[in-house]
């Protein structure tokens, strides 16, 4: 972290935590920045933003932040790849996952790619902040029903080499739409939710009934149910 001021100094202030946010939806990045600017501006301060994973790696390696705001599903290979391409080049930057998706596989594969956190896009600004600032000073931070997900996976209750290699099938936008449809969502509710077309979500929900050999949505989420993915 970096200060304008020496610590100790007359004046001296805390370092604000240096952080880039990384989500491919620009007017929730724009919201994340009020947000913080409003419940942080003394602690943290926005150096970057980047929409998929090629800005991200570019933003991280130029900015080199304290803390990398990091969405899961992003085009170009997902949060997880960002991790692992800018974590050796960039020691000092810790990531925390900041998305909409609560699934089990979501949140574990983020920790096992390197992340110190993970929190889900309902949380409070204040929350936040918290989050980030100590994510920042090497705590790891989880909402309790997150913790839980990563408790249970070193424990042995989640096989999670078996889930990987189910999901490995699948491309990102396809886990999706998967984890969608299995929570009873209808094709408009999914459309609306991942900005697509209701006919491309069709398309996605016809492969992943392909790939995982399924027959309809009712075996999707049992399927999604007996490996925790709900």
Do not use: C, N
Request: cysteine-free; overall charge negative; proline content about 3%.
């Amino acid at each position: 972290m970096s200060s304008s001021t020496e610590p100790g100094a007359p004046g001296a202030r805390e370092p604000r935590v240096r952080v880039v946010v990384v989500d491919d939806h620009s007017m929730f990045r724009a919201g994340v920045r009020s947000e913080l600017a409003s419940a942080g501006a003394a602690s943290v301060e926005v150096v970057a933003e980047a929409a998929d994973v090629d800005e991200a790696v570019r933003a991280v390696q130029t900015a080199r932040p304290d803390v990398v705001l990091l969405d899961v599903h992003l085009p170009g290979g997902g949060g997880g790849e960002v991790i692992r391409r800018t974590h050796r080049t960039v020691p000092g930057t810790r990531f925390l996952a900041l998305s909409v998706s609560d699934a089990a596989e979501d949140v574990i594969g983020t920790i096992r790619s390197g992340a110190r956190g993970y929190v889900t896009k309902t949380i409070s600004a204040v929350e936040l902040v918290d989050a980030i600032s100590r994510v920042a000073d090497g705590d790891a931070v989880f909402s309790p029903r997150l913790a839980g997900f990563v408790l249970d996976a070193f424990a042995g209750a989640i096989q999670v080499a078996e889930v990987d290699s189910d999901l490995d099938r699948l491309s990102e936008r396809e886990r999706e739409v998967m984890r969608l449809i299995a929570r009873g969502y209808a094709y408009k509710e999914v459309a609306k939710e991942l900005f697509i077309s209701v006919k491309t979500v069709e398309t996605h929900m016809s492969s992943v009934l392909r790939k995982l050999q399924l027959s309809s949505r009712h075996e999707l989420t049992r399927w999604a149910s007996d490996r925790r993915l709900l």
